[in-house]
């Protein structure tokens, strides 16, 4: 007999396959409407789509209740109040650069990633060997300054719990012109295709080798197949920080949106010990 808990994964699951179709098909239609669009103009079309749909994870219906949806006539949800500072002064980056930079972290060594955010400082372990060309990007990206001043643009509290970062346009479609190989996807952590609190992984499209600069932090356990790169893990205080952002909600009160609070990287930093 199928327990809750594993029918609960079997619908996560199953929602997550569908979200993936969808956003082929969706990849799918805005090429063909871009190469309508260059045809009738006479202007090729040059660079990329954008790495990325609009985010890791889209929004869908729930099959476990088809009818719980939230109708356009429907009154929004009270906002809760923001639990964060304002941000500091400066620019966010608008650098891409064409191809992955050199490996040239030391794979033996210990790292960590530092986000000072206006919600508090987000500490993380990094996984050098295991995953030694994600965590070189980032620490190229973060000497780079690409990471600061940038906003974490989704948060999902329902189904799966995460706190979406690393796109400088704060849109889901922003990159840095480059992709990194799928990595670690069979860490010793990822258990019957959950993802545990305190994992940082990398966003993708959903198709093979496909991360750039997009990542997210779980802050409860979230059932995901084992896709996304696990590349770090978040201290016991960053995972404070994470739970203050999620109890502030998202801006579509479904529990998949901008965060309401406001979550601004003001500096992030890689560094070896």
């Given at each position: 007999m199928v327990s809750q808990e594993q029918r609960r994964r079997q619908l996560a699951r199953e929602k997550f396959l569908?979200?993936?179709?969808?956003?082929?098909?969706?990849r799918r239609k805005s090429?063909?409407?871009?190469?309508?669009?260059?045809?009738?103009?006479?202007?090729?079309?040059?660079?990329?789509?954008?790495?990325?749909?609009?985010?890791?994870?889209?929004?869908?219906?729930?099959?476990?209740?088809?009818n719980a949806e939230v109708t356009p006539s429907a009154e929004a949800p009270s906002k809760a109040p923001d639990p964060c500072e304002k941000p500091a002064e400066g620019k966010v980056a608008s650098k891409t650069?064409?191809?992955?930079?050199?490996?040239?972290?030391?794979?033996?060594?210990?790292?960590?990633?530092?986000?000072?955010?206006?919600?508090?400082?987000?500490?993380?372990?990094?996984?050098?060997?295991a995953a030694p060309h994600t965590v070189n990007s980032f620490e190229f990206l973060a000497g780079e300054g690409y990471f600061d001043h940038s906003t974490c643009h989704r948060l999902t509290t329902n189904g799966i719990y995460v706190l979406q970062c690393g796109d400088p346009t704060g849109s889901g479609t922003g990159g840095p012109g480059y992709t990194i190989p799928d990595e670690n996807l069979k860490d010793k952590s990822l258990k019957d295709s959950t993802y545990p609190a305190g994992t940082v992984a990398m966003a993708?499209?959903?198709?093979?080798?496909?991360?750039?600069?997009?990542?997210?932090?779980?802050?409860?356990?979230?059932?995901?197949?084992p896709s996304y790169t696990p590349f770090g893990t978040v201290s016991e205080g960053g995972l404070k920080v994470l739970k203050k952002i999620a109890e502030a909600g998202d801006s579509t009160g479904a529990g998949d949106g901008a965060p309401n609070a406001t979550v601004v990287i003001d500096k992030a930093t890689v560094t070896k010990s």
């Open positions: 569908r979200q993936q179709q969808r956003r082929t098909e969706a090429r063909v409407r871009n190469s309508v669009i260059a045809s009738v103009l006479g202007v090729v079309l040059v660079g990329s789509l954008g790495l990325y749909t609009a985010g890791t994870f889209d929004r869908d219906e729930d099959t476990s209740n088809a650069w064409k191809k992955e930079p050199a490996l040239s972290i030391d794979k033996s060594a210990k790292y960590t990633m530092t986000l000072e955010t206006t919600c508090g400082t987000i500490d993380m372990a990094l996984k050098a060997s993708n499209t959903g198709q093979k080798d496909s991360g750039g600069s997009q990542f997210f932090l779980v802050y409860e356990d979230s059932p995901l197949p």
